[in-house]
């Protein structure tokens, strides 16, 4: 049985009555003649329509059951999409025992596309595959993995020989931690005396010292990253009870500290730009620190400790764990959750971005301390491999260079080891020290690669060695012999065939 529905025309005001089954056509109003559309009937008028009522005590009625039933169901559904609708459409990372909140939105960055919500990566940090709106044509399908990643690094660099002077450092009994300037001519070191850790400021190619050493707090384990123009410089010490120490690259001076001893460690500090840090946490979260104002503007759940962060300049944040899982957040949209890479075999040490054309290429080598590691090559805007090796052998230190064409590892009884990223093959392996590598660098000219060790006490030079070659060599290569005596800088190109 169908109820008639109740139609007002809009012109002449007039109240007629319709069949259902023309609802939505037009009809003819029979006060002004004019063609009126039939409304669709209301939720009320069809549940009178479709149930039949059954009255009880002459007062109340019941549906039936069948059309009971599926508004019973539709009621679920709307409350399940009521609760869970937000995180499906938003996917965001679990927290760990804490809740950790947008602190203050972040002003000005680089702009970026906006991330389509499509390519977020599921919760369970397996990659979509989906593209994030920055990546350029791909290669052929005809192209190897390996010829379509070289075509996208550097061209390989002509070699250049130096004569680096070994850092060795009276009194000390350990070397902690190593860095080199961003000018190619000093590097720091850090070395553990009777009175304390010292960092010291040298001349690469003559081991002189420059100036007088400056004190830093006790600790085990230290992390130096200089600021892009070099003026500064981030110490993070493990115990965590200084925090993180701001110094003139210069003069070593103390610029400011950033309290954190609510945190027993802190990850590698990133810079972005030269007035934000960027450190993970054991509690789960990614922290950034405007050194300027000293504002905490974002704090990013991981959910797991996160052991290394990075930085890209087509304004990215990544951040890796002790699961293995690296994350991609978006700083010009107020560090929002974008993707999950696939995880590696062990937490993540070295987390490098690297631009290559329209491409961003992200770096990350995993494992646990003192055993075999592996290093893989990212494509940011996909989150797939483009290519990994395996690191074998007790590694304790990684470097990689500035066209990540090589990565040298440090081992626990003093190897160091370089590799050919392409390849995976061994270039070179020499015993450079007696006890396990503390800390491993390679300069930015890619001429040397900078080594320590501080478990044997007879062993407290930090060692400078050449690096070799890749294994797929530029033409006509120049070699570079660079020469420095204390801070004069005398350079000597000379040109040789290639064998």
């Known amino acids: 049985m169908s109820i008639p529905l109740s139609v007002t025309c809009p012109e002449c005001g007039k109240v007629g009555r319709a069949s259902p089954e023309i609802a939505g056509r037009l009809g003819i109003c029979p006060g002004c003649k004019k063609p009126t559309r039939i409304p669709m009937p209301s939720v009320t008028q069809v549940i009178e329509t479709t149930a039949a009522p059954r009255f009880v ?9 069948e059309l009971r039933n ?92 130096r004569r680096p002077m070994p850092f060795d450092s009276p009194q000390a009994v350990g070397v902690r931690a190593a860095a080199f300037l961003p000018d190619n001519v000093h590097a720091m070191t850090v070395h ?8 010291r400021n040298w001349v690469i190619d003559t081991g002189a010292a420059v100036g007088q050493p400056v004190a830093l707090p006790s600790g085990r384990d230290f992390h130096l990253r200089f600021s892009p123009n070099g003026a500064r410089l981030a110490v993070t010490v493990l115990p965590n009870e200084h925090g993180i120490m701001l110094l003139n690259a210069k003069t070593g001076v103390t610029l400011r500290t950033k309290a954190t001893k609510n945190l027993p460690f802190l990850s590698a500090p990133a810079w972005s730009g030269d007035g934000m840090l960027i450190y993970g946490s054991p509690l789960g979260t990614v922290e950034t620190w405007d050194i300027l104002t000293d504002a905490n503007k974002l704090s990013l759940s991981q959910g797991q400790p996160v052991t290394a962060v990075a930085v890209s300049d087509a304004g990215y944040l990544l951040s890796g764990d002790t699961t293995g899982e690296i994350r991609l957040w978006s700083l010009a949209e107020n560090g929002r959750y974008a993707a999950s890479y696939q ?20 770096l990350a080598a995993a494992g646990e301390q003192g055993k075999n590691w592996e290093c893989h090559v990212f494509d940011l805007a996909t989150q797939q491999t483009l290519h990994s090796i395996p690191l074998v052998g007790e590694i304790t230190a990684f470097a990689s ?60 030079t930090v060692r400078l060695r050449p690096l070799p070659a890749p294994l797929v060599r530029a033409q006509d290569s120049v070699f570079t012999e660079t020469q420095r005596h204390d801070n004069t800088e005398v350079e000597s190109f000379i040109a040789e065939e290639q064998p």
């Open 57 to 65: 005590s002459g007062t109340s009625f019941r549906l039936d059951p």
């Open 70 to 161: 599926q508004l019973m169901a539709l009621a679920v559904v709307i409350c399940v999409l009521a609760i869970f609708g937000r995180d499906w459409l938003h996917p965001q990372p679990s927290t760990a025992n804490q809740q950790v909140a947008v602190r203050s939105n972040r002003s000005g960055g680089i702009p970026v596309p906006t991330i389509e919500e499509s390519s977020a990566a599921s919760r369970d940090g397996r990659a979509t595959g989906e593209k994030l709106p920055l990546h350029g044509d791909q290669m052929g399908s005809d192209v190897s993995p390996v010829a379509a990643l070289d075509s996208r690094l550097p061209p390989v660099q002509p070699l250049v020989r």
């Open 192 to 199: 553990a005396t009777d009175k304390g850790n010292l960092l």
């Open 343 to 362: 995880k590696l075999k062990g937490p993540i040490r070295v987390l490098e971005t690297r631009r290559a054309g329209d491409d961003v290429l992200v």
């Open 401 to 460: 260079t500035s066209d990540w064409r090589r990565i040298a590892t440090g081992h626990r009884h003093g190897q160091v080891t370089v590799w050919d990223t392409l390849s995976g093959d061994e270039l070179q392996t020499s015993q450079a020290h007696t006890g396990e590598v503390t800390t491993l660098v390679i300069s930015a000219d890619n001429s040397c690669v900078m080594s320590g060790c501080y478990q044997v006490r007879n062993d407290v």
